[in-house]
């Protein structure tokens, strides 16, 4: 089945700086990659997302590319700030025809936005 | 208000005694879908439904039943409760019967943290 793998597991950034977090997966079959933050004693939330026929997406602050000859896609975010400190997922589900409705998740990175 | 409620949010029991933990959608939702979160280890998909009736495993679904007899409701069973079984469980649902599908992201509710003696 899918797995998918995010490095690294906690991420330590000055404010200002930009963090980056990586994610591969095993399913060439995927086509559908969220990001989700999930902000202390909170429920996962969308941040952004990016389909198999995109290899870049940007929404301010916020990018994600996806490389689909290695099976990886990685979040960016620049110009860090505290309140971007939270723990981030990725994930990965395929759609279509190959549609299992499953959506697997990473493991998680905790990000630290030191002021 | 659109959005995903999970009942209760906090939960102490015993191994072996049997519990629910309710969800429900009043977003008109396709997909929904329960996970358990545990340091290190992320989101783990438990069980998921992508209709009325429609239930399958997800990747740890040993321990635990579900039932999708409407389309809002979709509770999470625990017959025998085991100490093993204490995490944070998300309850989630997106418009679609694939989240992503059309615009359709996943919604998660607010959580239901169970604690098993």
């Known amino acids: 089945g899918e797995n998918v793998e995010q490095h690294p597991s906690t991420l330590s950034v000055q404010e200002g700086d930009s963090a980056v977090i990586k994610c591969t997966y095993s399913?060439?079959?995927?086509?559908?990659f969220p990001w989700y933050k999930q902000e202390l004693g909170k429920r996962p939330q969308l941040i952004i997302d990016?389909?198999?026929?995109?290899g870049k997406k940007k929404d301010q602050r916020i990018a994600v590319t996806l490389n689909k000859t290695a099976k990886h896609f990685s979040l960016h975010i620049t110009e860090t700030q505290p309140e971007d400190s939270a723990v981030y997922f990725c994930?990965?589900?395929?759609?279509?025809?190959?549609?299992?409705?499953?959506?697997?998740f990473g493991q998680g990175t905790t990000l630290q936005v030191k002021p | 208000e659109a959005q995903v409620t999970q009942n209760p949010r906090y939960l102490i029991t015993v191994t072996g005694k049997k519990l629910t933990v309710t969800c429900s959608q009043n977003?008109?939702?396709?997909?929904m879908s329960w996970y358990r979160q545990d340091p290190g280890l992320g989101l783990r998909q438990i069980y998921y439904?992508?209709?009325?009736?429609?239930?399958d495993k997800g990747d740890v679904p040993e321990g635990y039943k579900v039932s999708r007899k409407e389309k809002r409701n979709f509770p999470l069973i625990l017959e025998s409760p085991s100490p093993n079984q204490t995490s944070l469980y998300f309850c989630?649902?997106?418009?679609?019967?694939?989240?992503?599908?059309?615009?359709?992201?996943?919604?998660f509710g607010n959580g239901t943290r169970l604690t098993v003696t």
């Open positions: 989630a649902s997106s418009y679609k019967p694939t989240p992503g599908t059309g615009g359709s992201p996943l919604h």
């Open positions: 399913d060439s079959a995927s086509n559908y």
């Open positions: 990016i389909r198999s026929n995109v």
């Open positions: 994930a990965a589900s395929k759609g279509g025809s190959s549609n299992t409705g499953k959506l697997i």
């Open positions: 977003m008109n939702h396709e997909y």
């Open positions: 439904s992508m209709n009325v009736e429609v239930t």
